[in-house]
């Protein structure tokens, strides 16, 4: 039903001009009718169909990103410029309870990711009620809006969800090295919200977490200023927090084979429901910039593999050369992280650069909030990490203080379906 | 000298153009020669001149603001979409190593703000020594950096300072329903970077930071998501995390007579030092958005004495048609921040929205990060926020958190001068 080779048939693909719509445009207090006939109006806005095969032409600012698909947007789709994640923790044991509210999550995603406030509208009318939609992104663009949902190992612990739990959503072991605080740790769900607009982002995530109140409650949070990878192959690739251009090689969303291969949950892998999902782990690492800042330039240089400036592996000229792994050091981290150095292990990076306040000892409290998805963590993250956290050279300036691990659903296929639709629908 | 009356006739403003120069064009590792000569060209290119006129021209993505004038940029300057502030403290006490920070600062300063990278560019000859920029912003735009610096009270404890300290720098009281935290308040001296970009911002502080090593630290920093105040009237006026405009009546950046008026220290207001500077108070305000999002359409109106949607004040039909404030309630926010209510008191605001991840108890830790800049604190924000912190009925949904109160000396008036020299010149 979710077979990710089908995917690409549906794809339709559509330049997101600057006809897409405002917020301000679509809702207004005060003005219900009007904002409710611009309102159902947007369906015919040019939008990003999502699927396996993603186009860069996505990439347009201000526009919208499809919601509906063989899998959620926000994995494949051309990375955005900012980031706001937050895991929750489920507060009721009322499965019909729980089950409406993603489902009320859903239509509010949808609304939102086309560039719509919450709810119909109706503000004019209903002075003494609290507003639908909190407000604060009415007037911004769509921005690309993209809300991504998880379910946590924890969550197959309630709603009798035991025998669902996907023998490939592992509990991540203890890796050498990290130093974990379970405030930043875990979580029953998840919500990755990506926009161009970081106001955009943290309004969504706000508005979830207010229609889930009294049944889901904030575990934490992350903003995410500014991506460190790339899944369109022509863009520039960005740096990362230490000067470094991050992700060179990672998952273009155009590799519709390499996504199959390595980041679709594909239909014999089971467990039915997860077909079309993927697997997503969060890590956030913490990096000693001051200390990296004060490392010689050559050192900096040996740690990761590549050059700084262009980003060459060791002995090449450009960025995108085959790299020649034995030529780097081999403690080095592009030459542990490469999928030769891991029986092939290849994962989809989506990671975003944090700056979080200071620590109090004068340090900036600032790294990679590390998101990476896959078809089975056990043959992604797990093996690769083990390798990096073994004898990675860059071990010396990095710390893993936070961890996460999320079963990514398959996408919602139309206006009828639902967040988590397959996991709790047969039972429901 | 620097009379803020002559600004206006040393005003160039010109497009910046998509022929900004890229910070990536501008600099290399390994291409040394190269990038030497393309940031000297770099002086032609098409900048915004401050002072007090500035065209909102300017607001062009991707373009550098000029960081000489009269008066520092950043404060008349439209505002940019992100920021990142830090307070630091001094740890040295020797002056002459201070004073070769600031001149070391403002010439990091001038090559950032005009998209280049600190230092000479020499990185390919010295493999052996760190890298002179940290290379995050490498290949990203200007983005309209500006870096305004600030000094504060306790900085005139230090360097045999205690006489030039301004009377206008008062410390600021106590204000009932204050609930401040020492670890995001005071500071010796701080650096407001705003972009467009926030990776730019970030880069900014933080290569200032690492400059500073051993002499100064950084005491706290915040992270601006989203501008809540514009300086350009005929922008859309953005909106607050509470889903309101913001900043509807603030002062704009080309308002040469109220800014004279209410933001620029005057040649007869003294000390000498501080001619064409100004006052800066920064408040980390938390809001209590969940309780907020469930208080009712009219009561959030009645709180603002403004409507949610067009952002009209109470009976009026648009958002910048005159307030008549008897129409609102005797305790609307509006009302009593107005300057009709507060002996005529006027500040430019330049605050921006933060989120800051949970506070522990599954709310975000998000609010706004309040920066209002003023000729004289006792006439600028101590009888507004008196009046304010007395009976705002918006003081049941906000609490005051951090703060802070710097002097802001005048603008770096060409490639010789240097940020504070009319503090320290005359003793140096």
Redesign the interface.
């Known amino acids: 039903m979710t077979d990710p080779q089908d995917a690409t048939e549906g794809t339709e693909t559509a330049r997101a001009t600057a006809a897409a719509p405002s917020r301000?445009a679509l809702i207004?207090?005060?003005?219900a009718g009007l904002a409710l006939g611009a309102a159902a109006a947007g369906g015919a806005v040019a939008m990003t169909r999502t699927g396996n095969d993603v186009d860069p032409a996505a990439a347009e600012v201000g526009g919208a990103v499809e919601f509906h698909g063989a899998h959620q947007a926000g994995i494949a789709t051309p990375v955005q410029d900012?980031l706001?994640f937050a895991a929750f923790?489920v507060d009721t044991d009322d499965r019909a309870a729980f089950v409406q509210l993603l489902k009320d999550w859903t239509e509010a995603a949808r609304r939102m990711t086309a560039g719509r406030a919450v709810g119909e509208g109706a503000?004019?009318g209903?002075?003494?009620?609290?507003?639908d939609?909190?407000?604060?992104?009415?007037?911004l663009k769509p921005s690309r809006l993209t809300l991504t949902i998880g379910f946590g190992p924890s969550l197959f612990e309630k709603f009798g969800l035991k025998d669902k739990r996907p023998a490939a959503l592992v509990d991540l072991p203890q890796f050498p090295g990290d130093n974990l605080d379970k405030?930043r740790s875990g979580g029953d769900l998840c919500i990755q919200a990506c926009a161009d607009?970081?106001?955009v982002a943290?309004h969504a995530v706000?508005n979830l977490?207010?229609i889930g109140?009294g049944k889901v409650?904030?575990?934490?949070?992350?903003?995410g200023?500014?991506k460190t990878s790339s899944t369109t192959p022509d863009a520039?690739t960005p740096?990362?927090?230490?000067?470094?251009k991050d992700g060179t090689r990672n998952i273009a969303g155009t590799e519709t084979d390499r996504l199959a291969k390595f980041v679709w949950v594909g239909e014999k892998d089971g467990p039915a429901w997860m077909t079309g999902g993927s697997y997503l782990v969060a890590r956030r690492i913490r990096m000693h910039?001051?200390t990296w800042?004060?490392?010689?330039?050559?050192e900096?240089?040996d740690v990761f593999g590549r050059?700084?400036?262009?980003g060459a592996p060791v002995g090449k000229a450009k960025e995108r050369d085959e790299p020649f792994l034995k030529a780097m050091k081999p403690d080095a981290h592009v030459r542990l992280a490469h999928p030769d150095s891991n029986n092939g292990a290849t994962i989809l990076r989506r990671g975003y650069?944090f700056?979080?306040?200071?620590d109090?000892l004068?340090?900036?409290d600032?790294g990679l909030f590390f998101l990476a998805y896959q078809r089975d963590v056990r043959k992604g993250f797990i093996p690769v990490q083990r390798n990096l956290a073994r004898m990675d050279a860059l071990n010396e300036y990095i710390q893993h203080v936070g961890s996460a691990v999320f079963a990514v659903p398959p996408g919602v296929r139309d206006s009828g379906d639902w967040w988590g639709r397959t996991l709790f629908s047969e039972e429901a």
């Open positions: 301000r207004g207090w005060g003005g900012r706001h923790d503000y004019g209903l002075a003494e009620a609290p507003p939609d909190t407000g604060e992104a009415l007037g405030n607009d970081p106001q943290v706000r977490a207010r109140f409650s904030i575990r934490w949070s992350q903003l200023f500014g520039q740096r990362n927090l230490m000067g470094f910039i001051e800042d004060r490392t010689s330039l050559q900096q240089e050059d700084k400036g262009e650069s700056t979080d306040g200071t109090g004068g340090r900036l600032a």
